[in-house]
């Protein structure tokens, strides 16, 4: 990796949107990712995940704002060769046996590492001689991360990667693409709805909700930033005095406990209080069930040029 990867960061988006004929994808996008991050990219169905990607790799064109890679603009064509996209609908030849696939990732990579992309296809058993017509939709998915990790990318954009795999798999397939990461200092977005498979694996995220995005940032930041806290409720309900001066993100009330995920304000909460530290899941799931609550972006997060969006 060069300085200059450093001091620009992965991507950075800025102002950013994105309107198709029904109506804005994304609106007003603005976070920052370092460089070399493992990033999960999360949030419901429709809130603009893959249109990110899509922007990231340059792919689609933004309505307004600006997305960079490296600190430059996604569609330069030096930018596409620094970037490593796995779409969800992976299109590959049919016709074209495994090895032929690869072959052709050779011929189009100057990068080429055949032992690396090699490697994700003897890790699925996937034979080298099958036709890509005759793979399952998982198989299939291991060839298009085989031409990913071939590519000797600077960052993988990886759209729902795992989501046809069986658990083993998964579980493998992942273990393998970040010890890859973590050899080469690889930057990774990979966006999923299985949250157990981020803790531990990811060590950046962005939510994001209805276009926007929600939270930003390091996920040790992220967690830190957060407790719960489980105490007694309100009576005649709302926000109990405890919890006043907090962001309350999320709460919860059963009988006369309540549980509620909160970013504190100083010291947490009193005395009859028990707080604790969410996990990644914990913090996410608050976030997930509470689609108003306040966003928040960490400072290594926050976008270091600004733009006006629509
Ligand atoms: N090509 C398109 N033309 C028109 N609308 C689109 C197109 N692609 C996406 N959209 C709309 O943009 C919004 C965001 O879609 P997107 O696919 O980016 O979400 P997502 O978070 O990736 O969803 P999922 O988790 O279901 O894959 C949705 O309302 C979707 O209907």
Redesign the pocket.
């Known amino acids: 990796m060069t300085d200059e990867i450093d001091a620009t960061g992965a991507l950075e988006a800025s102002g950013l949107g ?1 309107k ?7 609106r007003d996008v603005a976070f920052r990712l370092p460089a070399g991050r493992i990033c999960a990219l999360v ?12 922007l990231a790799a340059g792919l689609l064109t933004p309505t307004t704002g600006t997305v960079r890679v490296f600190g430059r603009p996604a569609s330069d064509p030096g930018t596409r060769e620094r970037i490593a996209f796995v779409a ?1 609908d992976k299109p590959l030849y049919p016709r074209f046996s495994v090895a032929d696939t690869l072959r052709l990732g050779r011929e189009l990579n100057p990068r080429w590492d055949q032992s690396a992309a090699e490697r994700v296809v003897a890790e699925a058993d996937v034979p080298l001689s099958a036709r890509v017509g005759s793979l399952s939709g998982g198989q299939r998915t291991c060839v298009a991360l085989a031409l990913a990790l071939g590519k000797r990318a600077d960052l993988l954009l990886l ?2 990667p795992m989501a046809d795999q069986d658990p083993l798999r998964r579980r493998r397939m992942m273990g393998s693409l970040m010890a890859e990461a973590a050899e080469r200092g690889t930057g990774v977005v990979i ?1 999923t ?1 299985v949250l157990a498979e981020l803790d531990g694996v990811c060590d950046y995220l962005l939510l ?1 909700g209805g ?1 926007r995005i929600r939270l930003a940032g390091g996920t040790d930041a992220l967690q830190a930033a957060h407790r719960l806290v489980t105490g007694p409720s309100a009576t005649g309900g709302g926000t109990p005095d405890a919890l006043a001066r907090h962001t309350v993100v999320e709460s919860r009330t059963t009988g006369r406990q309540l549980t509620a995920l909160i970013r504190p304000e100083g010291a947490p909460a009193g005395d009859g209080w028990i707080v604790t530290e969410p996990s990644l899941e914990d913090v996410l799931l608050g976030y997930l069930r509470a689609p108003d609550a306040p966003p928040m972006f960490t400072a290594e997060a926050r976008a270091t040029v600004t733009e006006v969006g629509a």
């Open positions: 994105k198709y004929r029904r109506g804005w994808a994304l949030g419901p169905n429709g809130s603009g995940k893959s249109t990110l990607l899509s969800q759209d729902e966006s709805h994001m276009g």
